[in-house]
């Protein structure tokens, strides 16, 4: 059912079982897939898809252009995958050409009141995002991170899958997989076990990846920690995930408990 008021481009593809409500505008290269709630008051511009059984709340404004002063009117694209919630106030910008073009979220998603995910940033499956949270240009956030609610996300930063941001937090340093962080400027507080636990990994990984850990940020020298563990925990794919985020090349420096 689309209301009478909303306002959409003849150009724009729209499943005919999508909802959008009063008022709503929809521009010509938007693609908007089957059984999507578009609810009142919502913008939808740019080269943007969005797939099926999303939630989009009153007054978000999606695919507008990046707030990026060396935007010129390029066309770029915004992604949005499935199934996602995208409340109340919530902008998502699309790409630019100096990041690749493109803006992505996943699928199952939550976006809190007044989020923002800038140009040129990768959002994984399973992601909450609270009230208030920034993520600054070509952040990428990997599956089923949370981040608390009031947080902030410098551009460029890489937050690891099922890693734990805490409220208030201004992350500026990478958070490896399944770490725990919070502070005024983001230092590691542990791991994320709760969330381990809850995603049913088995007790004897986590408690290898707990002394891994430990022996990776036994000092400040992680790199040479690193080196030091000679091949060990070869087969737990928890610590080579941990290891693999921190040897990849990277815009900004990784979190220690030492930030």
Avoid: W
């Avoid at 404004?61 to 919630?85: A, H, M, V």
């Avoid at 998603?109 to 800038?118: D, E, G, N, P, R």
């Avoid at 937090?169 to 502070?183: K, R």
């Avoid at 005024?184 to 995603?199: C, D, E, K, P, T």
């Amino acid at each position: 059912m689309i209301h009478k008021t909303a306002i959409i481009d003849p150009k724009a593809k729209i499943a005919s079982n999508v909802k959008i409500g009063a008022y709503s505008i929809i521009g010509p290269d938007v693609e908007v897939n089957e059984n999507t709630i578009i609810h009142s008051h919502v913008s939808i511009s740019g080269q943007t898809i969005i797939g099926k059984e999303n939630k989009i709340y009153p007054f978000a404004s999606i695919g507008n252009d990046p707030q990026d002063l060396k935007y010129n009117g390029e066309k770029t694209k915004l992604i949005i995958g499935d199934n996602n919630t995208i409340r109340e106030y919530v902008t998502i910008n699309p790409g630019t050409i100096g990041g690749g073009s493109k803006t992505k979220i996943g699928n199952n998603c939550l976006f809190m009141i007044s989020s923002h995910v800038a140009h040129d940033c990768i959002v994984g499956d399973n992601v909450i995002i609270a009230n208030n949270v920034p993520l600054g240009g070509h952040a990428i956030i990997e599956d089923n991170v949370v981040i608390g609610g009031n947080s902030a996300v410098q551009q460029f930063t890489r937050i690891g899958k099922m890693a734990m941001i805490g409220g208030m937090t201004g992350v500026l340093h990478d958070v490896i997989p399944y770490g725990l962080s919070t502070g005024n400027r983001n230092s590691l507080q542990g791991l994320n076990l709760i969330g381990l636990r809850r995603a049913k990994f088995e007790n004897k990984d986590i408690l290898e990846l707990s002394d891994a850990y430990k022996k990776i940020f036994a000092t400040k020298n992680i790199n040479e920690n690193i080196s030091k563990l000679n091949g060990s925990f070869q087969e737990n794919s928890l610590v080579k995930n941990v290891i693999d985020f921190i040897t990849k090349d990277k815009k900004r420096s990784i979190c220690t408990p030492f930030s």
